[in-house]
């Protein structure tokens, strides 16, 4: 269950990142909203999760599943510029995220 709220919690920091960069600094009430939301449903996520895995291992694979989110939706979304090199460093970071899984 651990992992499962894990997984959830990075999803959910992808949420309030993004919504981070469209509150045009916290001035924007919807994106803000939506940020301060996302922010507190994924730090207690992560807060939960902890309780039970090692710190560097659930800090790793939450920020890895975050950025890897954050990312693959500015590019999508966003108009972000899309490489073969992003996104094989992405699947890098989607790697390492199973890798620590698997080695937990």
């Given at each position: 269950?651990?992992?499962i709220?894990?997984?959830?919690?990075?999803?959910?920091?992808?949420?309030?990142?993004?919504?981070?960069?469209?509150?045009?600094g916290l001035?924007?009430?919807?994106?803000?909203?939506?940020?301060?939301?996302?922010?507190?449903?994924?730090?207690?996520?992560?807060?939960?999760?902890?309780?039970?895995?090692?710190?560097?291992?659930?800090?790793?694979?939450?920020?890895?599943i975050?950025?890897?989110?954050?990312?693959a939706?500015?590019?999508?979304?966003d108009?972000?510029?899309?490489s073969?090199?992003?996104?094989?460093?992405?699947?890098?970071?989607?790697?390492?995220?199973?890798?620590?899984?698997?080695?937990?």
């Amino acid at each position: 269950m651990d992992w499962i709220v894990l997984v959830v919690s990075g999803c959910m920091e992808a949420v309030w990142a993004t919504a981070l960069g469209k509150s045009e600094g916290l001035h924007r009430l919807g994106p803000t909203a939506i940020f301060g939301l996302g922010l507190l449903l994924s730090m207690a996520g992560l807060a939960y999760a902890l309780r039970t895995l090692p710190v560097g291992t659930g800090y790793a694979v939450w920020v890895g599943i975050g950025a890897v989110l954050t990312v693959a939706y500015g590019m999508v979304f966003d108009g972000e510029t899309v490489s073969a090199g992003k996104v094989l460093l992405l699947a890098g970071i989607v790697g390492c995220v199973i890798g620590l899984k698997m080695l937990h």
